[in-house]
Each structure stands twice: as structure tokens, then as C-alpha cells.
């Protein structure tokens, strides 16, 4: 088991910037990527970002290249994703999870975090 805690979301301006965090736990070693995603009112859930955890390779959606940043910590077995130049559209709920042998997908993913807010104003 992984346990997933996430924090860092909220409100912020257009324009500005957020770093989410997210902190594992338990059979950290089983991990084989973190992935962020996010899933906005009525919508499905989509692909933001990922990072594998050994190698640090990082992939991102095309919505978010050039704008938000995965990195992890492996000391503290923590990731982090930082969200600059925000915009209305990345208003969603961001969920962090652990797996991932196809970073791309949901479905390679076994652990989940909570999810935390983020909300952007104009």
C-alpha cells in the first residue's frame, strides 16, 4: 500500500502561481511513477503531469507544457507540482497518484491522494 497526501491548492489570480505538493507513504518503493491529474466540474478526469521516480523523466499534456513543473524529492518521498501563468481553464480538482507504467493512463495508476482545490480567478 501507498498512502498519497496532497497540499498546496487554493485560489489564485490569473496569471499566478501555485506548487502543489504530495507526500508518500508506505511501499514507496513499488512506485514506478507519480502523476498528477485533474478533473474539472462535469468533465472527465485528464493527464496533467508526470514523473517517473527512479529516473526523474518527466511528461506533460500539451495544455500545461511550458507552464507547470513536476519534481520530486526522493529523499522525503515527496512530488511536487509547480503551476505558474495560471489560467480560468486549469480551475480543477488536482489529484496526485502513484504507479503508473503508462503515466498517461488513469488506469496504471493504484494509489490515489485526496485531491485539493484549485481555483483561479480572473
Known amino acids: 500500500q501507498v498512502q498519497l497526501v496532497e497540499s498546496g491548492g487554493g485560489l489564485v489570480q490569473a496569471g499566478g502561481s501555485l506548487r502543489l505538493s504530495c507526500a508518500a507513504s508506505?511501499?514507496?518503493?513499488?512506485?514506478?511513477?507519480m502523476g498528477w491529474f485533474r478533473q474539472a466540474p462535469g468533465k472527465e478526469r485528464e493527464f496533467v503531469a508526470a514523473?517517473?521516480?527512479?529516473?526523474?523523466?518527466?511528461y506533460y499534456a500539451d495544455s500545461v507544457k511550458g507552464r507547470f513543473t513536476v519534481s520530486r524529492d526522493n529523499g522525503k518521498n515527496t512530488g511536487f507540482l509547480q503551476m505558474n501563468s495560471l489560467k480560468r481553464a486549469d480551475t480543477a480538482v488536482y489529484y496526485c497518484?502513484?504507479?503508473?507504467?503508462?503515466?498517461?493512463?488513469?488506469?496504471?495508476?493504484?494509489?490515489w491522494g485526496q485531491g485539493t482545490q484549485v481555483t483561479v480567478s480572473s
Open positions: 497518484a502513484a504507479g503508473g507504467n503508462n503515466v498517461f493512463s488513469t488506469a496504471s495508476y493504484n494509489y
Open positions: 514523473i517517473t521516480w527512479s529516473s526523474g523523466g518527466t
Open positions: 508506505g511501499r514507496t518503493f513499488s512506485m514506478w511513477a
